[in-house]
């Protein structure tokens, strides 16, 4: 994948939003205001994306192109690396496992309100 198609992906997500909070150098993705995914233009052959705690290290441990983020809290959020072998399918389902997670912690009252944005599963 490139940051054309994570972009398309990740706005295609229900009430995901872009900015760039971090400065001209990060695209940020956003659902309700809550980060999801981060791609630096700096080194454009990686992005950031937030992961279940157990899950992060399962994936870390089965794929070398999966490692903790710097600059993030290393418990949750994973560097993916574009380079490797990862099929755009699975990245896809990173970015919505990504989504979900930070869906999931939103207070309830946000979520009863906006049911679309709780029918992503990864």
Do not use: Q
């Not at 080194?43 to 600059?71: G, N, T």
Request: proline share 4%; aromatic share 14%.
């Amino acid at each position: 994948m490139n940051i054309e198609s994570i972009r398309n992906y990740c706005l295609s997500l229900p009430m995901a939003t872009e900015d760039m909070g971090f400065g001209e150098e990060y695209l940020l993705f956003r659902v309700c205001g809550k980060i999801f995914a981060c791609y630096g233009f700096v080194r454009e052959d990686y992005f950031v994306l937030k992961a279940d705690p157990d899950y992060s290290l399962d994936l870390r441990d089965r794929y070398v192109e999966i490692s903790p983020a710097w600059h993030w809290n290393k418990k949750y959020w994973n560097l993916i690396s574009l380079l490797g072998a990862l099929s755009d399918d699975f990245i896809k389902s990173l970015i919505r496992h990504s989504y979900a997670e930070v869906v999931s912690k939103l207070p309830r009252n946000i979520r009863n309100m906006n049911p679309e944005i709780t029918d992503i599963h990864d």
